[in-house]
T-cell receptor, first 115, second 112 residues
Framework: ETGVTQSPTHLIKTRGQQVTLRCSSQ?????VSWYQQALGQGPQFIFQ???????GRGNFPPRFSGLQFPNYSSELNVNALELDDSALYLC??????????????FGQGTRLTVV | EDQVTQSPEALRLQEGESSSLNCSYTVSGLRGLFWYRQDPGKGPEFLFT???AGEEKEKERLKATLTKKESFLHITAPKPEDSATYLCAVQGYTGTASKLTFGTGTRLQVTL
């Protein structure tokens, strides 16, 4: 077990709706990253939070946003859902010391289906 | 931009038949190269981190090696329970610390 838990495990939403996915990081980890994994592809970096501030973003539009809380939990919010947003969403926590990022430990993921 | 290419896309082995998976990468300064195992519908499970060329790490039937351009994951005498997708990822010195750039993975199937 990685100590990283995500909820819910599965979710079905309608195009145009909004969704919030949740993650509880491993205790002591100060960095959380979110990834999107389409079927048959490797995970794609969405963004990262370090000490509750967004610290970097991949090639995803602003309708993807997030939060990190002091209790090691975090959220990924997606507005105006599109069919292409259907994917496995992964949360990864790690301990970053200065500019060096450590090993990332992943949760089990949330399978989002947009219909 | 960091890039990772994995080959082959899929590999079918008989139990006990050893083989190697390849991960080629380009990165602006390598902080670390990571191997993960992923079972269907699950999150990636951390296996190894390699930091510099020449480094090797082993865990049970798996051994990871690193050169300046590629990494290999050697599987010795595999068992059916080793069937999974193996993902390679790099972390570079430019851009966001802790960001991982993944390849598309190698789907390994081990049969009796």
């Amino acid at each position: 077990e990685t100590g990283v838990t995500q909820s819910p495990t599965h979710l079905i939403k309608t195009r145009g709706q909004q969704v919030t996915l949740r993650c509880s990081s491993q205790s002591g980890h100060n960095t959380v990253s979110w990834y999107q994994q389409a079927l048959g592809q490797g995970p794609q970096f969405i963004f990262q939070y370090y000490r509750e501030e967004e610290n970097g973003r991949g090639n995803f539009p602003p309708r993807f946003s997030g939060l990190q809380f002091p209790n090691y939990s975090s959220e990924l919010n997606v507005n105006a859902l599109e069919l292409d947003d259907s994917a496995l969403y992964l949360c990864a926590s790690s301990f970053r010391q200065g500019v060096v990022g450590g090993e990332a430990f992943f949760g089990q993921g949330t399978r989002l289906t947009v219909v | 931009e960091d890039q990772v290419t994995q080959s082959p896309e899929a590999l079918r082995l008989q139990e006990g038949e050893s083989s190697s998976l390849n991960c080629s990468y380009t990165v602006s300064g390598l902080r670390g190269l990571f191997w993960y195992r992923q079972d269907p519908g699950k999150g990636p499970e951390f296996l190894f981190t390699l930091y510099s060329a020449g480094e090797e790490k082993e865990k049970e039937r798996l051994k990871a090696t690193l050169t300046k351009k590629e990494s290999f994951l050697h599987i010795t005498a595999p068992k059916p329970e080793d069937s999974a997708t193996y993902l390679c990822a790099v972390q570079g010195y430019t851009g966001t610390a802790s960001k991982l750039t993944f390849g598309t993975g190698t789907r390994l199937q081990v049969t009796l």
